[in-house]
């Protein structure tokens, strides 16, 4: 069955300090795969989108990958700030099609300490 | 640019009630869908709309939800009868088209408790 995994545990790091997040996949071929990020009682923000054929895409503090081979994207936050903290959540679009959706992981909490 | 509107923020209802939730999504996205999060979990799609046209509800609980886009602008999302497992928080989104890699425009929710 299709399955999208996200770091099981809370990530806690210190200030200053790159954060790393996971987004596995099985039985999915997606074609664009998105990262939100979701501040409590809230909804999500969107941040980032890479496609199929990009290895990589950067935007200011922020840099995601994508192995399709692996079915694995990292999202990174360097030179992290306590205003970082908040649920990161990658999407899956499973198709090219004009039908496209986006599918969620769970994704994962992350806490930036002063 | 206005975002995406939701009323009500909160809703606290017994089981067996009913209950709807309105959206307003960002003037000139012809998608607009809606998601249920239960506590701890990634939202997940309930409908997805393209104008007033459905392009996905495989995955709404058509015996008791139901939903509409009458002008293909704003939407309403009803329950009826709720259940103790329907509490969750209730997002509306919006997008420019129904294309692959879309982005994703969010409202704050409906949080929905049933009792």
């Known amino acids: 069955s299709q399955k999208i995994e996200q770091n099981s545990e809370a990530l806690n790091i210190q200030e200053g300090k790159t954060a790393t997040l996971t987004c596995n996949y099985t039985n999915y071929s997606p074609a664009y795969l998105q990262w939100y990020r979701q501040d409590p009682g809230r909804g999500p923000v969107f941040l980032l989108l890479i496609r199929e054929n990009e290895k990589e895409k950067r935007k200011e503090r922020l840099k995601v990958t994508f192995d399709t081979t692996l079915k694995q994207s990292l999202f990174h936050i360097t030179a992290s700030q306590p205003a970082d903290s908040a649920t990161y959540l990658c999407a899956l679009d499973s198709t090219n099609t004009n039908a496209g959706k986006s599918t969620f992981g769970d994704g994962t909490t992350l806490t930036v300490k002063p | 640019e206005a975002g995406v509107a939701q009323s009500p923020r909160y809703k606290i209802i017994e089981k067996r009630q009913s209950v709807a939730f309105w959206c307003n999504p960002i003037?000139?996205?012809?998608?607009l869908y809606w998601y249920q999060q239960i506590l701890g979990q990634g939202p997940k799609l309930l409908i997805q709309f393209q104008n007033n046209g459905v392009v996905d509800d495989s995955q709404l609980p058509k015996d008791r939800f139901s939903a509409e886009r009458l002008k293909g602008v704003d939407s309403t999302l009803k329950i009826q009868p709720a259940k103790l497992e329907d509490s969750a928080v209730y997002l509306c989104?919006?997008?420019?088209?129904?294309?692959?890699?879309?982005?994703?425009?969010f409202g704050s929710g409906t949080q929905l408790s049933v009792l």
């Open positions: 989104a919006s997008s420019l088209s129904a294309g692959g890699g879309e982005k994703l425009f």
């Open positions: 003037s000139g996205h012809a998608t």
